[in-house]
């Protein structure tokens, strides 16, 4: 089946810091969600992006699926954005998500 | 709308029983899928129900099942459990009708088995 990595594993900011989390997986897909898993433990929706460049605030992800990988860009971080970040693709018909490990985030004051 | 919602929110039982769990998708939502987190193994998929029917199923044993409603409310039943099974369940919900899409998740069931 498809694999999903994530990296880096662990991330320590400083607040105002800029970061990269990349999301690689093996097959192509057409579809790729990225998450932010607040303390509490819910999914939140970040982006829906099969492909090209979405922008929402201070954070935007591109995704190149021809090279079979996404990235999310936080800018500015601040220290709610702290939490674990997942990307998810689809497998098979339907609704199966395959996710990735995550990015823990840490953002420091 | 109402998002995801999920109960009971935390839930403590012990080997050998059973436990039910709720997920109410959001409204006109058709679509609902089960999650498990553990430490572990990360997020895994459970199963996927779409008018009142599985439409997909994931790598977990018979102890785990799922069932729709005509309102699209699921639940999702783990019989005999075991100290492996505490985890936190998550559902999502999307339309279900246009192939893959943006899935929304519901707040989580934290389930401790002692």
């Known amino acids: 089946g498809i694999q999903v990595e994530q990296s880096p594993p662990d991330l320590i900011l400083q607040e105002g810091a800029n970061s990269t989390l990349r999301c690689n997986f093996s097959?192509?897909?057409?579809?790729l969600q990225w998450f932010h898993q607040n303390p509490w433990g819910q999914l939140i929706n970040l982006f829906y992006?099969?492909?090209g460049t979405k922008q929402n605030g201070r954070l935007s992800a591109t995704t190149v699926a021809t090279e079979r990988y996404s990235l999310l860009y936080i800018s500015s971080s601040q220290t709610t954005d702290s939490g674990v970040y997942f990307c998810?693709?689809?497998?098979?018909?339907?609704?199966?998500?395959?996710f990735g490990a995550g990015t823990i985030l840490r953002v420091k004051s | 709308k109402a998002g995801v919602t999920q109960t009971p929110r935390y839930l403590i039982k012990t080997r050998g029983q059973q436990v039910t769990l709720s997920c109410s998708p959001i409204?006109?939502?058709?679509?609902v899928s089960w999650y498990q987190q553990t430490p572990g193994q990360g997020l895994q998929f459970l199963f996927e129900?779409?008018?009142?029917?599985?439409?997909n199923k994931g790598n977990f044993p018979g102890r785990f099942s799922g069932r729709q409603f005509s309102n699209s409310r699921s639940e999702m039943n783990v019989s005999t459990l075991e100290l492996g099974d505490s985890a936190l369940y998550l559902c999502?919900?999307?339309?279900?009708?246009?192939?893959?899409?943006?899935?929304?998740f519901g707040p989580g069931t934290r389930l401790l088995v002692l």
């Open positions: 999502a919900s999307s339309t279900g009708t246009s192939g893959p899409e943006t899935q929304y």
């Open positions: 097959d192509s897909v057409n579809n």
């Open positions: 992006i099969p492909s």
């Open positions: 998810a693709v689809p497998l098979e018909y339907g609704n199966k998500l395959v």
């Open positions: 409204s006109g939502h058709r679509s």
């Open positions: 129900y779409f008018s009142e029917t599985q439409r």
